[in-house]
């Protein structure tokens, strides 16, 4: 059972910048960012496998970037440019590899493992 810890939520201004982290308690080659907005359904933001393949929501695309300190067993999200509709619950999850080279890995539903959420609000 791997458990996961995010943190580094917080609130900012439109254009600025804010890192989630997101700790894990065992290595995972696949982990994933997520996020869900009030009256929305959770959006993949971003995965990372074998600590060097990602890829990412257009819309968050050029905005954000995924990293990993592989022995801390530690996933980052620089997040810069933020925008009011960046404003949501971001969540961390971890699975197989398979999870994250799924062409549906934005769903999140192939994550078995994921954290309890951190609120990044985003004011215009």
């Known amino acids: 059972q791997v458990q996961l810890v995010e943190s580094g939520g917080g609130s900012v201004q439109a254009g600025g910048s804010l890192r989630l982290s997101c700790a894990a308690s065992e290595r995972t080659q696949c982990m994933g960012w997520f996020r869900q907005a009030p009256g929305k359904e959770r959006e993949g933001v971003g995965a990372?496998?074998?600590?060097?393949?990602?890829r990412y929501a257009e819309s968050v695309k050029d905005r954000f970037i995924i990293s990993k300190d592989s022995a801390k067993n530690t996933l980052y999200l620089q997040m810069n440019s933020l925008k009011p509709e960046d404003t949501a619950m971001y969540y961390c999850?971890?699975?197989?590899?398979?999870?994250?080279?799924?062409?549906?890995?934005?769903?999140?539903?192939?994550?078995?493992?994921w954290g309890q959420g951190t609120q990044v609000t985003v004011s215009s």
């Open positions: 999850a971890a699975a197989d590899p398979s999870a994250c080279y799924s062409g549906s890995w934005s769903r999140g539903t192939a994550f078995p493992y």
């Open positions: 990372l496998v074998w600590s060097s393949n990602t």
